[in-house]
């Protein structure tokens, strides 16, 4: 019941920056908190950011600590994620997902709705 979707994906040189966005619309999207994840072909999805929209908890997978910032704004109902200091290794296709009442935000077998995805390439 909640539709997504990813924005501002492209091609930037390493140590470059991007904002990507995640605009969600349909059922009310105050109780969901909401994930970030990647992921590179061949490879399984990975965890990279979360956040709650009531509580402002954040959480940040250990390889995009202090480079990755996700925040909210809950009259427009997106999440952002501002991604300094790209690396090659950041390349993928970057994924926003909703979690009813979530706890475990972690996981992506948690999340029941995901956007399309965001392509982020990063040049060396």
């Known amino acids: 019941q909640v539709q997504l979707v990813e924005s501002g994906g492209g091609l930037v040189q390493a140590g470059g920056f991007l904002r990507l966005s995640c605009a969600a619309s349909?059922?009310?999207?105050?109780?969901?908190?909401v994930g970030w994840f990647r992921q590179a072909p061949g490879k399984e999805r990975e965890f990279v950011a979360a956040i709650s929209w009531s509580g402002g908890r954040t959480y940040y997978a250990d390889s995009v600590k202090d480079r990755f910032t996700i925040s909210r704004d809950n009259a427009k109902n997106t999440v952002s994620l501002r991604m300094n200091s790209l690396k090659p290794e950041d390349t993928a296709v970057y994924y926003c997902?909703?979690?009813?009442?979530?706890?475990?935000?972690?996981?992506?077998?948690?999340?029941?709705?995901w956007g399309q995805g965001t392509q982020v390439t990063v040049s060396s």
């Open positions: 349909g059922r009310t999207f105050s109780t969901y908190a």
């Open positions: 997902a909703a979690d009813y009442l979530g706890s475990h935000l972690q996981s992506a077998a948690e999340y029941d709705y």
